[in-house]
């Protein structure tokens, strides 16, 4: 298909900050280079004929909507036509003026990472439609979505950012985090995929006060942003992950898988699956091979993972 229309937008990982995001936290988030497009191309029926692809160019998914009221004709998955369908509505919502015309349009969404890696396959589809729709991106993923929003704002980067949830606007801050100990940062799949409302649903219910945990999670967020050494951007991660565990009543996930691990090892985002940051001064084979030897296949470098800021 060659579209009339293309968006894009980027994946994302929260290096810090995890669900303390939601209740107003400072976080570095790090748009990646693996994202998701999104491609249009206008039709003379009055139909939404929708095909999403997988990052090996399967699809996944397909489905046919009426334009004029969405309503499902036919798809391969009801379940996630129903999310696309209240996606889209919401857009109409937000601007009536979207999918007013005659005609219809037919999409093609293509996937630039696993879908289990949890790199943000509904936050990159959001923004994406929201750049259709002309439409505020932060709404329609309150309004569908949920969560803090920091993946939106990752979506429409152009570098790492201080990202900050608020009633009024998402506060978005582009920074210059470019760690000079880089090549000894990586980036781990756990193999397997975590739902983060599961996260979130703990985090609300752990019933401590978390004003002061809110604004040490802030003050180490800054302080990753000025680390000027392995060791003390470790002894950061480290005292993150504490504070975290704390309040979630989750064990540390180097303690329940890495004990051994000659360095660090955080999560990211949800608690329990998805990706892990390893930092340790080893040579980068062997510290491939010790997580290799333990069944976790997808390791990346930190620089091959993450979107370079643009000026």
């Known amino acids: 298909m060659n579209p009339d229309f293309l968006f894009h937008s980027n994946g994302k990982l929260l290096l810090s900050a995890e669900y303390f995001v939601l209740d107003g936290a400072k976080a570095i988030g790090l748009p990646c280079r693996y994202g998701q497009s999104l491609g249009l191309k206008a039709i003379k029926e009055d139909l939404i004929e929708w095909q999403s692809l997988t990052h090996d160019h399967q699809v996944w998914f397909r489905a046919t909507y009426q334009r004029q009221d ?28 979207f999918l007013s015309q005659t005609g219809g349009f037919a999409g093609r969404t293509y996937l630039e990472f696993p879908r289990l890696w949890g790199l943000g396959s509904s936050s990159t589809l959001i923004n994406n439609i929201a750049q259709w729709a002309n439409v505020n991106p932060f709404k329609l993923s309150k309004l569908t979505l949920g ?8 979506a429409a980067a152009k570098g790492p950012i201080f990202y900050q949830n608020s ?36 985090y609300r219910a752990s019933g401590k006060e978390k ?9 180490i ?3 990753l942003l000025q ?17 975290v565990s704390n309040t979630i009543g989750i064990p540390q996930v180097q303690e329940e898988l890495f004990k051994d691990f000659g360095g660090v090892v955080k999560s990211l985002g949800a608690w329990g699956g998805d990706f892990v940051l390893a930092a340790s001064a080893e040579e980068p084979s062997a510290i491939k091979n010790y997580f290799n030897k333990r069944g976790y296949q997808t390791f990346l470098e930190y620089n091959d993972m993450l979107l370079e800021a643009k000026e």
Do not use: M
């Open 70 to 97: 969405l309503k499902v004709i036919h798809s391969s998955d009801q379940k996630i036509a129903e999310v696309l369908q209240n996606i889209l509505l919401q857009a109409q919502i937000l601007n009536p003026d």
């Open 147 to 154: 969560g803090s929003g920091y993946d939106i704002a990752c």
């Open 167 to 202: 009633p009024e606007a998402p506060k978005v801050e582009p920074i210059h985090f470019a760690p000079s100990f880089s090549e000894n940062l990586f980036f781990v799949y756990l193999e397997r995929k975590q739902n983060s409302r599961e996260g979130i649903k703990r």
């Open 211 to 219: 004003e002061q945990s809110i604004k040490d999670i802030s003050q």
């Open 221 to 223: 967020s800054e302080a």
């Open 227 to 243: 680390s000027s050494s392995l060791e003390n951007f470790q002894d950061l991660l480290t005292a993150h992950e504490r504070i």
